[in-house]
């Protein structure tokens, strides 16, 4: 399941109702984002992250790669959940978890997830610090993270 949400979310419950869904599951694997406090333009502190999103193109961009994911390995259930709007430091930004009947497939289809997410889901994030603020730029080691999947095999 994928949600685009403004507010927050309970790790122990999305943990719960994923456990529920996989059934007999092996392995639940999650990874928590959380926003940095650090300031990419200036180094500085950042007060606040502000995400947009394309409604729609967001949510079949991120199905697309959680289908691919679930052609790779064999997962019993996936959650992604991304958060918009405005965020502080140390707040929660994204979840993703998968179950699998073994770790490994857990570990990779997360990872898979994560590296693809960061570059093909339609987000844009603008930082602010003091009366600074500025639309980061994509990273180019968010798009190399993507090819060392390319040609493995699960």
């Known amino acids: 399941m994928i949600s685009i949400q403004t507010e927050d979310y309970s790790l122990e419950e999305e943990y719960q109702a994923l456990r529920a869904a996989a059934g007999d599951a092996g392995a639940i ?21 502000y995400l947009e999103h394309y409604p729609g ?5 991120l199905e697309n790669i959680v289908a691919e994911a679930q052609g790779r390995w064999p997962l019993l259930a996936v959650r992604v959940i991304h958060r918009v709007g405005e965020l502080r430091p ?3 930004i994204v979840l993703v978890a998968t179950a699998s009947s073994h770790r490994q ?19 844009w994030k603008k930082q602010s610090a003091g ?6 730029d994509a990273r180019t080691s968010d798009a190399d993270a993507q090819l060392r999947w390319r040609d493995s095999d699960s």
């Not at 193109?57 to 961009?61: G, I, L, N, P, Q």
């Not at 009366?131 to 980061?136: A, G, T």
């Open 29 to 49: 694997v999650t990874f928590t984002g959380i926003v940095r406090e650090f300031y990419a333009g200036g180094g500085g502190k950042m007060d606040t992250l």
């Open 105 to 123: 497939a857990a570990f990779d289809a997360a990872q898979f997830i994560m590296d693809f997410l960061k570059s093909r889901a339609p987000f």
């Open 131 to 136: 009366k600074d603020s500025h639309w980061v």
């Open 57 to 61: 193109m967001t949510e079949s961009s």
């Open 90 to 92: 140390q707040e929660q």
